[in-house]
């Protein structure tokens, strides 16, 4: 019996472990951004699952779940730094002058969850000084007939 229960206890693990959903992206120097562009973020500092795209700066839920979303920015005083989280092209929250806003949403897969400048915005980074992240996990998984 011992033995059963250890197979499962590790299918168990292998499924969480591989089907482990979670990015972060920066800015690792300072953009100047029109209002009404996504944030493409240059940096991607992990991207398990793939769901990030640091060439649209788009995420795309590679499965259907709980998730949570964070956005930070960081300007200087003589500039402007408004942004939203945006799901399918819907928006969610917004982050204005040097405060962040984070988010929890129901995806199904290949929803997508993006940042989206507000007006135009000025954002300050360094290759050692990030400040400016998009950060996203899955923590849970929906089946269909799960309710809210």
């Known amino acids: 019996m011992y033995y059963f229960q250890l197979i499962v206890l590790l299918v168990a693990v292998h499924r969480f472990l591989t089907g482990t959903v979670a990015f972060t992206a920066a800015f690792d120097s300072d953009r100047d951004i029109e209002s009404g562009q996504i944030l493409v973020f240059n940096k991607v500092l992990l ?49 204005f002058a040097r405060q962040g806003n984070s988010a929890t949403l129901r995806l199904k897969k290949n929803d997508t969850v993006c940042v989206r400048t507000r007006r135009r915005s000025y954002l300050y980074g360094r290759p050692d000084e990030i400040y400016t992240t998009f950060v996203g996990y899955r923590i849970g998984l929906l089946r269909e007939g799960d309710s809210e």
């Open 47 to 95: 991207n398990f699952g793939g769901g990030y795209s640091n060439k649209t700066g788009i995420f795309t839920a590679p499965s259907s779940g709980v998730y949570v979303f964070q956005i930070h920015g960081l300007t200087l005083k003589r500039y402007d730094f408004w942004v939203e989280l945006v799901h399918n092209d819907q928006y969610i929250v917004s982050a």
